[in-house]
């Protein structure tokens, strides 16, 4: 298994930040945060893009990695480092198609099938999740370290916890797996 392309990754929505998105990210990446990662499902590709090009200059500015979720055509417009994908979203075979070798590919895990499959369709990373409860995407019930631990230990490729991580959670995020948050992050003061 290869180590995480990152060790924290930010999930920024701007509709869940208490203060300024670009403060809250400042903030962020002062704390450890090394890539983010935006994700505005209610945005349209053109609000996205205008919000997503001043997220890039100030992640350049930062040194840090964008990411863009969902929209292969924003990510490839604001030539963002990579794109990630969620299951029931464009085919992670056919973003690679698209994106080619320069751009990473992400892709959203739910269970140890996925994660295992997921090498065969030249991805960068996988997301797995929600290792616990988040109200975030509406999960009542994580699937636990212990689900995670075995993902980690399967994955061909590195992998990123993503679910309900909250600072008393993060001890039981096993060595060698990145993470990702969003309301923890979003949230800060």
């Not at 869940?16 to 499902?41: F, I, T, W, Y």
């Not at 008393?168 to 003061?189: K, M």
């Given at each position: ?147 995670l631990a075995a993902a980690l230990a399967i994955a061909r490729v590195p992998l990123v916890a993503i679910g309900g991580i909250q600072e ?22």
């Open positions: 298994m290869r180590p995480p392309l990152f060790r924290r990754c930010f999930v920024l929505t701007q509709s869940l930040c208490q203060k300024d998105p670009r403060e809250v990210v400042q903030h962020a990446v002062d704390l450890g945060v090394d890539c983010v990662q935006l994700r505005e499902k209610e945005m349209t590709s053109a609000e996205m893009f205008t919000w997503g090009k001043e997220l890039k200059a100030l992640t350049d500015q930062l040194r840090i990695p964008l990411v863009i979720n969902d929209n292969v055509e924003v990510a490839q417009a604001l030539c963002a480092r990579g794109v990630h994908v969620g299951q029931d979203d464009m085919h992670a075979d056919d973003v690679r198609k698209l994106v080619g070798l320069e751009m990473w590919v992400g892709l959203s895990t739910h269970n140890l099938d996925q994660v295992d499959e997921a090498a065969e369709f030249g991805v960068d990373y996988v997301g797995f999740g929600p290792v616990f409860a988040t109200e975030t995407k509406g999960y009542s019930q994580g699937l636990g370290p212990e689900y008393e959670t993060l001890r039981f995020i096993p060595d060698g797996c990145g993470i990702a948050q969003s309301s923890a992050l979003c949230g800060l003061e």
